[in-house]
């Protein structure tokens, strides 16, 4: 009986140590990256209406026409969006592969 109880509280202690602690600290892990992509991307700047009239373009990350846009150090532009979501996965630049923002 006892070794029962013993075997059960192990088995109860790793589900919660790996189902339940690990997603929750992969979790806080992931919230925080998407918090600082979202600082980051609050730290370029927007195009002009005269930018995107002169670049007439689409954005390269979803094809679509380039109606408001951020404007990346190497001056690649992307939807707001579209470049967040971006951030969420590496810091370069999807056209030129160079940093889109300064280094802190």
Not at 43 to 58: G, I
Not at 80 to 92: A, F, I, P
Request: charged share 20%; net charge positive; with cysteine.
């Amino acid at each position: 009986m006892l070794c029962c109880l013993l075997t059960g509280a192990l088995v109860i202690s790793m589900h919660a140590y790996f189902n339940v602690y690990k997603r929750a600290q992969e979790g806080w892990k992931n919230f925080l990256l998407r918090c600082n992509a979202v600082k980051r991307l609050n730290s370029l700047q927007w195009a002009t209406e005269e930018q995107l009239q002169q670049l007439n373009d689409v954005c390269c990350i979803c094809y679509e026409a380039l109606d408001r846009a951020k404007v990346t150090r190497c001056n690649h532009y992307f939807h707001s969006l579209c470049l967040r979501k971006w951030l969420y996965v590496q810091d370069k630049c999807p056209m030129c592969h160079a940093d889109i923002l300064p280094p802190d």
